[in-house]
């Protein structure tokens, strides 16, 4: 008995798991207001190696990746999109694709719902995303993010 307890601790504590293979820069966000709201630029760092499918542009059998946003009292988002220098399509076979590689820009636009500028404001929502190396593509992840902007 005591030999099957060793063999479950070390199979919880030393397999290792497997990490985010995207992350969120918090440092880098940019937030801009402009006459009708804001629009906020948050930075994400996908790891060497590693690609994540686009929003747009990939096979039917593929994830893409989406994000979504927590709902807030104070601001509705009316659109966001998607930049990456990193973007490139790649072909599995004959099928082809759109990637993102080693980093990309969420810019989100929203409009305040309530002018009240003592209030702090958060956006916080989450990346939904599958990435894959040269080999294999790995099960689909979620990135929380949040950010504070007023």
């Known amino acids: 008995m005591k030999y099957c307890n060793f063999l479950f601790f070390a199979i919880i504590f030393f397999i290792p798991v497997q990490d985010e293979f995207v992350v969120f820069q918090a440092e880098e966000t940019e937030v ?21 499918q686009a929003e747009t542009g990939v096979p039917e059998n593929i994830i893409p990746t989406q994000v979504s946003f927590k709902k807030n009292e104070f601001y509705e988002i009316t659109r966001h999109k998607f930049f990456s220098e990193g973007e490139q399509t790649i072909f599995l076979g004959t099928v ?22 003592k209030q702090v404001k958060k956006l916080s929502g989450k990346i939904f995303y599958q990435a894959c190396n040269n080999r294999q593509c790995f099960f689909p992840r979620n990135l929380d993010f949040e950010v504070e902007f007023i």
């Open 96 to 117: 082809a694709h759109n990637v993102l590689s080693d980093s990309f820009e969420l810019r989100v636009f929203l409009k305040l719902k309530k002018e009240d500028l």
């Open 32 to 52: 801009e207001k402009a006459e009708t709201g804001y629009e906020i630029k948050l930075s994400f760092k996908i790891l060497d190696g590693y690609y994540i």
